[in-house]
């Protein structure tokens, strides 16, 4: 969207009457036995706890959540669509691990292809996918470095789509829960995460079902995702994500000795969030926050909306006294269509931001012609509204 053309500043202060207290520290210190660990808070990515989160370690298919990741944007900007047919390819086909036993050939759906990757881990859907969206394995991975710069993911380099190891290809703890929360807002993902079971039959000689790999959406009140890995230079990893009242929490795990010890240890860093944490909205979604003037422009007035929830996670007793203040981008450029994003929503305390979303506008925002700037100052000298 062009942003930049006549200078509109607009800042709305309201302030809650209440105190808010910040404790970083964790009530209870968790027992863990791994290489790394990290807990944090969805809607602000607070952290909550970190061990070695900035160490570097292979990540096995915790890969995948990047690789979702850039399947998932893509979806959602139209480039792509869940009913697509993908064509498998030898280079697909010929992966082991874990897979679906695709055929080279073989012709399924991209919603297919991405359940086989959050359900049943499948490298060679992952392969699929990367190459339906870039061509080949090799642009899909320059571009899935590329996204984890952007979003500031430095402890990280990828070599391919799936995780198989090499020692030029690992991430981090805090890198984890930085893509798992990026994928997250792509709330459709849960819809496959949170499957048990599933068999594909149609197209296929011999129907597959695929299980899902993440035994914790069974066995933990409140989890939904995301992405568990193994290999033995990788040893066990997960990020897990559970959502309870209006907090949700994600755990990663890094180089855990075995899969129970990984998810009780996941288990346990949710359990210490929840009975610590809860949250608050400062904004939902679609709330109109604010007015604003944009000179030259028709209409001359227009109203800012939230375009996501705002939500402030606090210490469970402490009341917060928390700002929440519309700053509108600078020279915003005429026109602007109803839904561009002109400026962002913040959740502050002094100078201390503790969540921002965007604040788009309701309606469409075009240059005044010369016909309008007549008939407005013809209504001023007649006095007509």
């Avoid at 568990?228 to 855990?256: D, H, Q």
């Avoid at 904004?283 to 007015?291: C, D, I, P, R, S």
């Avoid at 030259?296 to 402030?312: Q, R, Y």
Wanted: proline share 3%; net charge positive; glycine share 6%.
């Amino acid at each position: 969207m062009k942003r930049r053309i006549s200078t509109v500043i607009f800042t709305v202060i309201l302030l809650f009457m209440f105190t808010y207290q910040t404790n970083p520290a964790l009530a209870v210190e968790p027992n863990l036995n791994c290489k790394s660990a990290l807990l944090m808070e969805f809607s602000s990515g607070k952290i909550l706890y970190e061990y070695n989160a900035h160490q570097k370690l292979a990540p096995a298919s915790v890969t995948k959540i990047m690789t979702m990741l850039l399947v998932m944007e893509a979806i959602d900007s139209g480039k792509i669509k869940l009913t697509d047919k993908v064509v498998v390819s030898e280079n697909a086909k010929r992966l082991g691990g874990s897979t679906m036993y695709l055929e080279t050939g073989e012709v399924r759906t991209v919603e297919e292809l991405l359940k086989g990757a959050a359900i049943e881990s499948a490298n060679d859907a992952c392969v699929a996918l990367a190459e339906y969206l870039c061509g080949t394995e090799e642009e899909f991975v320059k571009r899935m470095n590329e996204r984890a710069k952007s979003l500031g993911m430095n402890d990280t380099h990828f070599v391919n789509c799936y995780g198989f190891y090499d020692p030029n290809h690992y991430t981090s703890a805090y890198d984890v829960a930085i893509m798992s929360r990026e994928l997250l807002k792509h709330s459709k993902i849960l819809d496959y995460t949170t499957i048990w079971m599933e068999t594909i039959s149609e197209g296929r000689k011999t129907p597959f079902t695929l299980v899902n790999r993440n035994k914790m959406i069974k066995a933990y009140k409140g989890c939904d995702g995301l992405k568990t890995g193994y290999t033995k230079e990788a040893l066990y990893c997960i990020s897990a994500t559970a959502k309870r009242g209006n907090v949700r929490l994600i755990s990663v795990i890094m180089g855990a000795p075995t899969s129970k010890e990984r998810n009780a240890m996941a288990s346990q860093l949710l359990d210490i969030g929840f009975a610590k944490y809860d949250s608050f909205d400062v904004v939902k979604k679609g709330e109109v926050v604010g007015e604003v003037r944009i000179p030259k422009a028709k209409p001359e007035s227009v109203k800012i909306i939230a375009k996501d929830n705002l939500n402030v996670i606090v210490e469970k007793g402490n009341k917060p006294n928390i700002e929440k203040k519309i700053e509108m981008f600078k020279d915003l450029k005429l026109p602007i269509n109803k839904g561009d994003t002109v400026g962002i929503v913040k959740a502050v305390e002094g100078e201390k931001v503790f969540g921002q979303v965007e604040a788009i506008v309701d309606t469409k925002v075009e240059k005044m012609k010369f016909i309008d700037t007549l008939n407005k100052v013809v209504k001023s000298f007649l006095n007509v509204k």
